[in-house]
T-cell receptor
Framework: GAGVSQSPRYKVAKRGQDVALRCDPI?????LFWYQQALGQGPEFLTY????????KSGLPSDRFFAERPEGSVSTLKIQRTQQEDSAVYLC?????????????FGPGTRLTVT | GDSVTQMEGPVTLSEEAFLTINCTYT??????LFWYVQYPGEGLQLLLK?????DKGSNKGFEATYRKETTSFHLEKGSVQVSDSAVYFC?????????FGSGTRLLVRP
């Protein structure tokens, strides 16, 4: 079946622009995660949804970052007034349910470059 | 806080060589441990996992054993192939989220 998809795959934004990154999880997956992967580093947790509820946003680096999942399926990560330090690959993952018993399936990521 | 430390790369090996990539984790709680792999141009894929002490995860010829006494989860393969060239990430869970190491790039030469 279809895996996790993300769009766009690449995004170039000028400093100060707003961007929106989309994630389509695997159908039926309750849990959805966003991670940020800086160049040469491992992914770092940003936020977690269970269905439409955002249960943890402790990893969001600033109030310029906002995520939503209004119908418990597709999720959007929005970054306002982008800065150069926001340049990274943004990964979305979904899992059938909460807990490490359930594998997190990752999308291909969106590479954001802020110029 | 919870963290994972893995050996820096790149690791360059000849085909059929033995591979070890070291990984240690902070010992808070009773984490599950994972190895993920990222092939060029592809997303992260789960390679193997172990959920409790002394468990051995294995897949595609790779193995890792959950060592609580040394807080380690080293990845091994007896004979690497060119197709194993990728970036490998060690991770532990922290509640429902994953904490990753910084990744180790493996390059296997023919």
């Amino acid at each position: 079946g279809a895996g996790v998809s993300q769009s766009p795959r690449y995004k170039v934004a000028k400093r100060g622009q707003d961007v929106a990154l989309r994630c389509d999880p695997i159908s039926g997956h309750v849990s959805l995660f966003w991670y940020q992967q800086a160049l040469g580093q491992g992914p770092e947790f940003l936020t977690y949804f269970q269905n439409e509820a955002q249960l943890d946003k402790s990893g969001l680096p600033s109030d310029r970052f906002f995520a939503e999942r209004p119908e418990g399926s597709v999720s959007t990560l929005k970054i306002q007034r982008t800065q150069q330090e926001d340049s990274a690959v943004y990964l979305c993952a979904s899992s059938l349910a909460r807990g490490s018993t359930y594998e997190q399936y990752f999308g291909p990521g969106t590479r954001l470059t802020v110029t | 806080g919870d963290s994972v430390t893995q050996m820096e790369g790149p690791v360059t090996l000849s085909e059929e060589a033995f591979l070890t990539i070291n990984c240690t984790y902070t010992a808070t709680g009773y984490p599950s441990l994972f190895w993920y792999v990222q092939y060029p141009g592809e997303g992260l894929q789960l390679l193997l996992k172990a959920t409790k002490a002394d468990d051995k995860g294995s897949n595609k010829g790779f193995e890792a054993t959950y060592r609580k006494e040394t807080t380690s989860f080293h990845l091994e393969k007896g004979s690497v192939q060119v197709s194993d060239s990728a970036v490998y990430f060690c991770a532990r869970d922290s509640s429902y989220k994953l904490i990753f190491g910084s990744g180790t790039r493996l390059l296997v030469r023919p």
